[in-house]
């Protein structure tokens, strides 16, 4: 059984950091890309981050570069989003994503919510 399970999320005043973490079972995870997507209220989900299989190459959406950082641990199967100077803006439920390197097959985490406010 796949299992992306996030954690790290909470409450943060603007300005501060978080730390998300990204567990993957079930799957060869080197195998896979991994992402961030994030979700605000009346939303559509928008990818935040991806990395390679290697973890070696990665890109970002616009309104994180500079602020965000996401790393992997292939021995560890983990995924990592450290955010940081964090803005009220960044207030989303955020999901993990694995990608299989062919094809379209993918996994979803159950989503961690980040709540940016004084």
């Known amino acids: 059984q796949v299992q992306l399970v996030e954690s790290g999320g909470g409450l943060v005043q603007p300005g501060g950091s978080l730390r998300l973490s990204c567990a993957a079972s079930?799957?060869?995870?080197?195998?896979?890309?991994v992402s961030w997507y994030r979700q605000a209220p009346g939303k559509e989900r928008e990818l935040v981050a991806r990395a390679n299989r290697a973890g070696d190459a990665s890109n970002y959406a616009d309104s994180v570069k500079g602020r965000f950082t996401i790393s992997r641990d292939n021995a560890k199967a983990t995924v990592y989003l450290q955010m940081n100077s964090l803005k009220p803006e960044d207030t989303a439920v955020y999901y993990c994503?694995?990608?299989?390197?062919?094809?379209?097959?993918?996994?979803w985490g159950q989503g961690t919510q980040v709540t940016v406010s004084s």
């Open positions: 994503n694995a990608q299989f390197f062919v094809g379209r097959l993918q996994y």
């Open positions: 079930g799957i060869t995870f080197s195998s896979y890309a």
